[in-house]
């Protein structure tokens, strides 16, 4: 099963229109990283990743092809991390994760209530008023 990061714009289209993003390998940026990027609408990845296969050009054979290599496991290690990255610059926000073997079992999910809220969206709980433990002390 695949878990798959749920974005949505926090206005009143709610989640009608929700962005799953898979959790795991990307093929699609391993294999045309840069262009992958520029789809996307990630600008500011596109031009990193261009920039450093810019640079790889001028370089001799191996190295370049290392580089090179570098990018798109990176790419398709994090690319669906630096997408979700890019959809929080975008205004969108984290509001789920959801399981399912494929997208539309993990739709069907979200849709029907059973998805799992972030627990960095988890409310909070504040420690109760006791000494201070630590390094330093408490100020008197």
């Not at 500011?44 to 296969?53: F, Q």
């Not at 789920?96 to 799992?116: I, V």
């Amino acid at each position: 099963m695949t878990t798959y990061s749920i974005y949505a714009r926090p206005d009143d289209r709610g989640a009608a229109d929700a962005i799953f993003l898979p959790d795991g390998f990307s093929w699609r940026a391993f294999v045309f990283t840069w262009i992958w990027a520029l789809w996307n609408r990630m600008w500011i990845v596109a031009l990193l990743a261009l920039s450093v296969m810019l640079i790889a050009s001028a370089l001799p054979t191996v190295p370049q092809f290392l580089l090179s290599l570098a990018v798109s496991l990176v790419m398709g290690l994090h690319g669906n991390d630096l997408l979700g990255w890019s959809l929080i610059r975008r205004k969108y926000a984290e509001i789920a994760l959801s399981n399912g073997a494929s997208l539309e079992e993990a739709e069907l999910r979200f849709y029907a209530g059973d998805a799992d809220v972030p627990a960095h969206h988890a409310p909070t709980v504040l420690p109760a008023a006791h000494d201070v433990l630590g390094l330093f002390g408490a100020r008197s």
